[in-house]
């Protein structure tokens, strides 16, 4: 009977023991547990702080590139903006050209027709000036030597000067030029009693009064005033 007591203590402390190992084993598995488990947890945390610091770097890009695209096209439009206008300015000068060629040619026309008197007091139509040279047997002379024909002197309004191409351009004035680039003569507006007119006229110096020019319209040199004025040169007088 005692032999069985023991044996029974015996297994007791076993089992307690046993017990005690297995819940120490337990404990000791759930901290490990416990702890991984938190590591986990920062690492997931840290992960997830490292996308939104992509999703905020995206985001910047985005703006960027939408800030940069937004002054692309706003300096697109400005270009676009100023070719307009450029086309246009050059659209109105096209058009003032072609209006001054069509005033010239009508001055012209109108200068080719006598005008009528109205009254006693009209001013007579001034005669075209440009000279004709007539080769005739009635206006040839023969010299006393080889008999050869001499014209009768041209007027002295029958010459050409130089064109000066380095000269200043008056205000109002306009260029006109060949196929080869070159200026052959410039339009001046002439402020007439009868009326503003467009006149062709060549320089070919300047002095102390302004712009010598010769005019092709009526062959008369004058002298274009800074003032815009028409001066007859000293040749002329």
Not at 164 to 179: D, E
Request: aromatic fraction near 4%; include cysteine; charged fraction near 20%.
């Amino acid at each position: 009977m005692g032999g069985r007591l023991r044996r029974l203590e015996v297994l007791v402390i076993i089992c307690i023991v046993c017990f005690g190992f297995f819940a120490w084993r337990t404990y000791t598995e759930e901290r490990v547990l416990e702890e991984a488990a938190t590591k986990q947890s920062q690492t997931i945390n840290k992960l997830l702080d490292g996308v939104r610091d992509q999703g905020e770097n995206v985001k910047k890009m985005s703006k960027s590139v939408q800030d940069a695209t937004d002054t692309l096209a706003a300096r697109l439009t400005s270009v676009s903006s100023e070719f307009q206008t450029r086309q246009s300015q050059m659209d109105t000068i096209q058009s003032r050209l072609h209006t001054v060629e069509v005033t010239m040619r009508n001055t012209q026309k109108a200068q080719s027709v006598p005008p009528r008197p109205t009254n006693s007091t009209a001013i007579p139509p001034v005669a075209d000036i440009t000279p004709t040279v007539i080769a005739s047997a009635s206006a040839a002379e023969t010299n006393s030597s080889g008999g050869a024909l001499v014209l009768p002197a041209l007027p002295s309004r029958t010459h050409a000067h130089p064109i000066g191409t380095s000269i200043p351009i008056p205000r109002g004035a306009l260029a006109h030029q060949t196929s080869a680039h070159q200026i052959d003569y410039w339009i001046v507006p002439r402020v007439l009693e009868s009326g503003d007119q467009m006149l062709k006229v060549q320089p070919y110096g300047t002095n102390p009064l302004g712009v010598m020019v010769h005019c092709l319209d009526d062959g008369v040199d004058y002298i274009l005033t800074p003032e815009g004025g028409w001066t007859l040169s000293l040749e002329q007088q």
